[in-house]
C-alpha cells in the first residue's frame, strides 16, 4: 500500500532553481486523480451495490481505484508514473526520487494527485500539457505554485531573489498543541 512522494528537500531545491535561473512553473491537480487509474486484476476489489441498485446476493467489482481503499495512493501513482514515462509524454524517473521526472525540458514532481512542473519556457510546459491530455490523464492547471500543499509560496519584491515558504495551518496546529495560543 505504499506510495511514494515527493521529497520536500527536493520541493525546496526546484523552487530555489526557479527563481535563480528564472523559470517557469505550473501546477497540475489531477480531477478525480484515484479513479483514473484501472484496478489490476490482482487487484479485485468488491463493494455492496448502492442504495437504490441493490440486488440479492450481488456484489459490485470495481474496475478503477475509489478513495479510502489503502491500495489506491499506489495505484494511482503507478497509473501517472506510466503515463508520464510513456513514450508519448517521454519524462524519465529519478534514481534519486521516485518523484521527480524529467525531459530535456520539464521537470515535474508529484505529491499524490498534484504536480509542479518548471521549465525554462512555458510554451515547454504547455506542450507537455498536451502530450498528457492525449494520454488519457485529465487535470486542472494552475497558473502558479502560490499554493502547493497549504504551503504559500510568494517571491519576495526586495530584488534578493527569495521566496517564502508559510504553512499557515500546521504553524497553527502546533501553536495549538503545545497549548500557546494565548502567546504572542
Not at 19 to 44: I, M
Not at 61 to 70: C, E, Q, S
Not at 132 to 138: A, H, I, P, T
Amino acid at each position: 500500500t505504499y506510495a511514494p512522494v515527493v521529497s520536500w528537500t527536493t520541493v525546496r531545491l526546484l523552487l530555489i532553481l526557479s527563481v535563480v535561473l528564472g523559470l517557469a512553473t505550473k501546477q497540475v491537480d489531477y480531477t478525480a486523480a484515484f479513479v483514473q487509474a484501472p484496478l489490476n486484476e490482482t487487484e479485485q476489489v468488491f463493494v455492496e451495490m448502492p442504495k437504490g441498485f441493490k440486488r440479492t446476493g450481488k456484489v459490485l467489482k470495481l474496475n478503477r481505484a475509489l478513495y479510502g481503499l489503502r491500495q489506491s495512493p499506489r495505484t494511482w501513482f503507478e497509473h501517472l508514473k506510466a503515463k508520464l514515462t510513456s513514450d508519448g509524454v517521454g519524462f524519465e524517473q529519478s534514481p534519486n526520487d521516485p518523484c521527480l521526472f524529467y525531459t530535456k525540458d520539464v521537470i515535474c514532481v508529484v505529491y499524490v494527485d498534484d504536480c509542479l512542473f518548471f521549465s525554462p519556457s512555458d510554451a515547454a510546459i504547455e506542450d507537455t500539457f498536451d502530450r498528457m491530455r492525449e494520454s488519457g490523464l485529465d487535470f486542472n492547471v494552475e497558473e502558479d505554485v502560490a499554493g502547493f500543499l497549504g504551503v504559500l509560496i510568494t517571491a519576495k519584491n526586495d530584488g534578493t531573489g527569495a521566496i517564502e515558504l508559510i504553512q499557515t495551518g500546521l504553524i497553527d496546529h502546533i501553536i495549538t498543541a503545545m497549548g500557546l495560543d494565548d502567546a504572542n
